[in-house]
């Protein structure tokens, strides 16, 4: 998830429910790409968290209009607080339902570290109840005073959750924000991270937002092969300004045919609302 959403959500650029559902009566010809492909297109829902929270059948419906197969949670009981309040009283059966009934699979949620550290059986039966197979840690929270044996100490916890992860089935992950791209002590972070990571048991989900620090996602892709397990998309211009994906700067053929080296699962677009319809159509024109 990107740094600057996940603190204040610009609700300005925000489609209405209304004007979104219009933008979803489109041909599925469109769309018909994906299957040949076998690519399917997801969504991340903290874009969207909004309208989710007014009417979660609804939002999803939509979405899967506008060409998305997947959908990536984020876990309401962790973000009760964060937009996704409304959907804790959501019986998680149902919720499965409901994300199936949109024409959507859910394979993945975002989870915070306390989640992982501190409720970790607790989550991991929401997790299987509603059908996933992955669980990614979406940050350590740690302080921007944090050191690096902060974040190794973090990451050490993280491979101990990703045991019992694995033991149930399910694939563990780590996503990063432009925070892993710093330097401490002579090392990039998220360098650090992965040295620390033990690969069999956490997969990684690169933000291609760190193109605006200079870092290209395909690089990482080829750099530290079969290291990841999914991606989150937004595409930016030279001056850092979102723009659909295909309409920036980052090279997407590039991306898709190194995502492959770097065992990428999963896609999920994650920009501002009025960005989903462009930016699932350029994907599956692919």
Same mark, same amino acid.
């Given at each position: 998830?990107?740094?600057?959403?996940?603190?204040?959500?610009?609700?300005?650029?925000?489609?209405?429910?209304?004007?979104?559902?219009?933008?979803?009566?489109?041909?599925?010809?469109?769309?018909?790409?994906?299957?040949?492909?076998?690519?399917?297109?997801?969504?991340?829902?903290?874009?969207?968290? $909004?309208? =989710?929270? @007014?009417?979660?059948?609804?939002?999803? !419906?939509?979405?899967?209009?506008? *060409? /998305?197969?997947?959908? %990536?949670?984020?876990?309401?009981?962790?973000?009760?607080?964060?937009?996704?309040?409304?959907?804790?009283?959501?019986?998680?059966?149902?919720?499965?339902?409901?994300?199936?009934?949109?024409?959507?699979?859910?394979?993945?949620?975002?989870?915070?570290?306390?989640?992982?550290?501190?409720?970790?059986?607790?989550?991991?039966?929401?997790?299987?109840?509603?059908?996933?197979?992955?669980?990614?840690?979406?940050?350590?929270?740690?302080?921007?005073?944090?050191?690096?044996?902060?974040?190794?100490?973090?990451? $050490?916890? =993280?491979? @101990?959750?990703?045991?019992?992860?694995? !033991?149930?089935?399910?694939?563990? *992950? /780590?996503?990063?924000? %432009?925070?892993?791209?710093?330097?401490?002590?002579?090392?990039?972070?998220?360098?650090?991270?992965?040295?620390?990571?033990?690969?069999?048991?956490?997969?990684?989900?690169?933000?291609?937002?760190?193109?605006?620090?200079?870092?290209?996602?395909?690089?990482?892709?080829?750099?530290?092969?079969?290291?990841?397990?999914?991606?989150?998309?937004?595409?930016?211009?030279?001056?850092?300004?979102?723009?659909?994906?295909?309409?920036?700067?980052?090279?997407?053929?590039?991306?898709?045919?190194?995502?492959?080296?770097?065992?990428?699962?999963?896609?999920?677009?994650?920009?501002?609302?009025?960005?989903?319809?462009?930016?699932?159509?350029?994907?599956?024109?692919?």
């Amino acid at each position: 998830m990107k740094t600057i959403n996940r603190r204040a959500f610009i609700g300005k650029t925000s489609l209405g429910l209304g004007a979104a559902l219009a933008l979803s009566q489109l041909p599925k010809q469109l769309f018909a790409h994906a299957a040949v492909n076998n690519m399917p297109i997801g969504f991340q829902t903290w874009s969207v968290k $909004d309208i =989710l929270a @007014k009417d979660f059948a609804g939002t999803l !419906k939509m979405m899967a209009g506008l *060409g /998305y197969q997947l959908t %990536e949670m984020c876990s309401p009981k962790g973000y009760v607080t964060n937009g996704f309040g409304p959907l804790v009283n959501i019986k998680t059966a149902d919720m499965r339902s409901i994300i199936n009934d949109a024409g959507l699979s859910c394979p993945s949620c975002h989870f915070g570290f306390d989640e992982l550290t501190n409720d970790l059986d607790g989550r991991m039966e929401w997790s299987q109840q509603l059908g996933l197979t992955q669980m990614i840690c979406s940050s350590f929270g740690l302080p921007k005073t944090a050191t690096l044996k902060d974040y190794l100490d973090a990451t $050490d916890k =993280l491979n @101990k959750a990703a045991e019992k992860i694995k !033991k149930a089935g399910m694939q563990a *992950g /780590y996503h990063n924000h %432009e925070i892993e791209f710093a330097t401490l002590d002579g090392q990039l972070i998220y360098d650090a991270l992965m040295s620390r990571f033990d690969p069999g048991l956490v997969k990684m989900q690169f933000q291609t937002e760190v193109i605006n620090l200079g870092y290209k996602a395909s690089d990482y892709f080829k750099k530290y092969p079969g290291r990841f397990i999914s991606s989150h998309l937004s595409d930016w211009t030279t001056d850092k300004k979102e723009v659909p994906i295909g309409n920036g700067v980052i090279d997407w053929k590039e991306f898709f045919a190194a995502a492959k080296t770097g065992g990428v699962k999963n896609f999920f677009v994650e920009m501002n609302p009025d960005k989903f319809k462009d930016s699932a159509a350029y994907i599956h024109a692919l």
